[in-house]
């Protein structure tokens, strides 16, 4: 398991993800990270959650 860092347009999220043999199997945001982010930007968790999950998808495909 290792946490990165990934930007959003709602700043900087922690995003873990969990590996078996060398394939990625989940990945979560940060939940404290979600709600800070949510709470300064005035929107709803989910829309943020929904970010981080993208950008650590995008990440992931682009190798980084």
């Given at each position: ?26 990945v ?10 949510a ?26």
């Amino acid at each position: 398991r290792e946490v990165r860092k990934v930007s959003t347009m709602y700043g900087t999220i922690g995003v873990k993800t969990a590996y078996l043999n060398g394939e990625a199997v989940n990945v979560m945001p940060e939940y404290d990270d979600v709600a800070s982010a949510a709470t300064v930007h005035g929107v709803p968790f989910t829309t943020v959650w929904e970010a981080a999950l993208s950008a650590a998808r995008i990440r992931q495909t682009a190798g980084a």
